[in-house]
């Protein structure tokens, strides 16, 4: 598990809008990579066209190349849903299946997919994603709760246990952690730094000091204004983009002295 | 090891995943169609067995479509205007009082109720109409024609069974009071609670903080409300067939024994014996009906549409 | 002009926080038992009825009220205390004919309420006695039929309006002629229903196929309306969250947002159902009457409870009184079905919204 992502000339569109214009970016497996830039540059954008999740919305399309361990994401005859199989997602707010159980949000993935499975195997799934998710010792006496009464935090760390259940390559999380208290936000980034062992995470953030704390390398989205199309500014290893970026934008980003 | 598995699996999954979605795409568009396409089949349908009453001679239609529509057009709206005029004030009152004025736990069952109410088949209103209003309504409309007979509605003679144009309106009214009720009361209900606590912050008593929050956010609620009743009062058959004794006279006089019908309780009281071109009047009469309830809720639509800007929901 | 507004002149008030004149608690019922009492001596001496003592103690009342209030507390409070008797008495006088309508139906209908009613038809009956089996029966049957067709016609379209239309050119056409069909009288969707039947069999056809038509044409926009509503209420993360773990768009749907929102489909769908099953005229036009138990919707007529109360009550035989005690039955019991019909639809919206503790 964990796979390579990398952009080529990366072009979204919105229609006839340019959304994201040329975006190139290697993103090395099992390391984790923090996306930052002011609202609306474009950085949410780039995180869902990665598992096609943006194709949701009426008119949009990609030019360029998108590969996952050198395989075309937007080939001819590649299924979106396939994609997301293998890239997982977690979103800004929690969002368990309010009609399932914490057992049956877990294994979610396979059970709306018509997975045959024995009861052990499933079992398995359900401990082994938990205990990934650091929720296992939390909720193991009631698994059959409706998953929504869970806290917030909880609830997060459930998306993210249903996330890994399905065994994906590449974990995106689009702002995991904005909803949530300080001390949740704390138990979902130690936990980010468990998963990259085994998965290549992308993770998109508007606070720069987590992008410090959880992630290896850093990218910087920038936008020149209101109607123009969001671009890659820099992209490098955590610790230079924010002590010494080579780009004039992203030291005043990270500093604080943005416009 | 388990991923290369899956893989594989999702591979040969892959082209049935599509076909679903297809399927299901398709057979969810289609259902739409068909409504386009049933709808069509009302409008072209009627028409086609109403043309014959359009092009028949004098000879099998004295006097021709119009003088045996015409009169029923006239009852149709009177019947659902009085309904309307008596209803809509009331209506407001009673959702008023529900979302305002009575107690929270009084107001939970009475909305149930009237919810109830809207349920009610109109056969049942029809025998109640007949059986209960129609000989109430006699001792009424002797002291209108005694008393206010100089008016033309209240001309008189009074009917000596009560089956008149008022108790119709009347039963008309009591059964789109719920339906009334019913909307204007989500809308009371939906009233920002920050323009009502503005209101009272300014000082204003109850009265004055409905009248200046609440009434004005509520208007187009009352407005589609108004119109849907409208609409089923105009539509409205049984009730009418029960009740009223018609004889094709055009008055505004209410109480007397001579009423002008309805289109809907007309077709009612003539389609199951009729034969021949009637059956095709009476056809070409009930599009005239589908077009006015059509321009009625075109209406309410436009008026909702416009004051929407004023209301101050956003 | 007595001032009900804010803009009462403040010239009379200087002091806005002057304590005004209040009157008790008890006051408004007080004067209510007064005029009652009054107005109780008046009647008796006059020899008017219960409905005008009713009528003078309200009109009464109100002016001693708005009066006594109008000079103890001010113009602005005796208004306010006006509209509150003015709302209270529009209330209490609607509520008076929509109860003496449940009164007599279940008065009248009460008579023939038995056993008789429910496992008897009208086969060979003349006089007292029979029954509403058949068209109780017919009742069903038909609008079985019509739930049956606009059941999963009204709910694709509302899925696919809400999942798939997304503003196209079709959906807004569906959701427009959706609002028409919502406006057709009842009595022309049943003559639609004819002239098709008419159109492909010859005329004069009556069964009960027909008459389901008619009503499907009647419930499927309220299906569509009462889905489509749901499926807007399911939030959009969820979708979301099964697209992102690789569900295909359609298993997303049935098992994601359908199941999310189940009990408010069913609701609305019982509710559709409860609307069209009172509906008399179209199935006077299109399925007509029978004096036996037919089970067959595509051989020729059948009873059903409302025509069959219709019919009772219009065309009576001699004596009459056998005739509408069965009419006023019939009408109490499509009552009764409609209010289960009600109470079923708000059980189940109580109990198959999402648990969350």
Redesign the interface.
Known sequence: ?GKSVEAKDLNIYYGSFLAVEGVNMTIKPKTVTALIGPSGCGKSTFLRSI?R?HE?I?GARVEGRLELDGQDLYGANV?P??????I??V?Q?P?????MSIYDNVI??M????KKASKSELDDTVERSLRGANLWNEVKDRLE??G??LSGGQQQRL?IA??IA??P?VLLMDEPCSALDPISTLAIEDLINELKNDYTIVIVTHNMQQAARVSDFTGFFNIEGTGKPGKLVELDETKTIFSQPKQKATEDYVSGRFG | MTTTEVKSEQKAAKPVTQLGDRIFAGSAKGAGIAILVVLAGVASFLLIEAFPAVTAPESELPGGLVAYVGPLIFGTLLGAVIALVVATPAAVAVALFISHYAPRRLSQGLSYIVDLLAAVPSIVYGLWGAWTLAPLSVPLSNWLTDNLGWIPLFAGPASTTGRTMMVVGLVLAVMILPIITAVAREVFLQTPSLHEEAALALGATRWEMIRMAVLPFGRSGIISGAMLGLGRALGETMAVAMILSVSGAVTFNLISSENPGTIAANIALQFPEASGITVNVLIASGLVLFVITLLVNMLARYIVERRRDFSGAN | MTGTGLEAPASTTPAVLRRKGSLPRWAPLGILAATAVVMAGVAAATGSGVGLWAFLTAVVYAVATYTTSRVVEGARKAADRLVTVIVTGAFVLAMVPLVSVLWTVIAQGWERFDVTFFTNSMRGIVGEGGGALHAIQGTLIITGLAAAMSIPVGVLTAIYLVEYGSNSKLSRAITFFVDVMTGIPSIVAGLFAYALFTLLLGPGVRFGFVGAVALTVLMIPIVVRSTEEMLKIVPNELREAAFALGVPKWRTILKVVIPTTAGGIATGITLAIARVIGETAPLLVTVGLATGVNLNPFDSRMATLPVFSYYSYATPGVPRDPFLDRAWTAALVLMLIVMILNVVARLISRYFSPKTR
């Open positions: 598990m598992n999740m949701n009426p299924d849903v396939g994609v997301r199989r293998q997982g997602m979103f707010r969002n368990p299946f309010p009609t979610a993935g059970k709306l997919n018509n709760k409706p929504s009464g998306c249903r996330a399905v065994r390559d």
